[in-house]
């Protein structure tokens, strides 16, 4: 298996919804990221988790909380966001976060639209 | 902190003709890597440079890491429809392990 799998594929909330984003691989990587994309830009690090551990947050409002239960598992708790909020969700993984040399895995992203 | 720019930022051609995009970062580089991002899809990881001068060839796309590990290019010869997209350059900092994407380069080919 060669995919990261994201769900849900599209999300609609409300500002006062709780919702979570999905992610999973199962290609034995040990270091999985959460990207945020907008339209005609590129991917924007988010956060990083290594070997399970949270190892970069990149002063990511605390409306969005990630959680990683698992190494094969990666999820994105999102609470009271805003429209500017509304973008492409992007999971990664790669074998390795602190040694160069392991090319990103994306999912193919949740499209989040905030109303 | 550490910049990765990339030019141009669009490029329109016609089926047949050559493609060229570039990288710079402000810093020396460990690794650069390039991505493709299909209208609609999520970015896929295309190649990896790590030594300094090398190149790389993927059938009509040729990858080159300058001498000092601060520049890149992707080079697309005789583009085909199936060439559109957006290529991102992603770059790896020395002491780090944080990527930094470009800003990305969208290709636009007319059959």
């Known amino acids: 298996d060669t995919e990261v799998t994201q769900t849900p594929k599209h999300l609609v909330m409300g500002m006062t919804n709780k919702k979570s984003l999905k992610c999973e691989q199962h290609m034995g990587h040990r270091a999985m990221y959460w990207y945020k994309q907008k339209a005609k830009k590129p991917p924007e690090l988010m956060f990083v988790?290594?070997?399970?551990?949270?190892?970069i947050n990149e002063s990511v409002p605390s409306r969005f909380s990630p959680e990683c239960p698992n190494s094969s598992l990666l999820n994105l708790h999102l609470h009271a966001l805003q429209p500017e909020d509304s973008a492409l969700y992007l999971c990664?993984?790669?074998?390795?976060?602190?040694?160069?040399?392991?090319?990103?895995?994306f999912g193919s992203g949740t499209r989040l639209t905030v109303v | 902190g550490q910049q990765v720019m990339q030019i141009p930022q669009y490029q329109h051609v016609q089926e047949g003709e050559d493609f060229t995009t570039y990288c710079n970062s402000s810093t020396t580089l460990s690794n650069i890597q390039w991505y493709k991002q299909r209208p609609g899809g999520h970015p896929v990881f295309l190649i990896q440079?790590?030594?300094?001068?090398e190149v790389k060839k993927q059938k009509r796309l040729t990858f080159q890491f300058g001498e000092a590990k601060k520049n890149s290019s992707l080079h697309i010869t005789a583009t085909q429809t199936t060439d559109v997209g957006t290529y991102f350059c992603a770059g790896h900092g020395t002491g780090g392990f944080k990527t930094i994407f470009g800003a990305g380069t969208r290709l636009f080919v007319k059959a």
């Open positions: 988790y290594s070997y399970e551990k949270l190892s």
């Open positions: 990664a993984s790669s074998q390795d976060s602190f040694r160069v040399g392991y090319g990103y895995t």
């Open positions: 440079l790590v030594k300094s001068g």
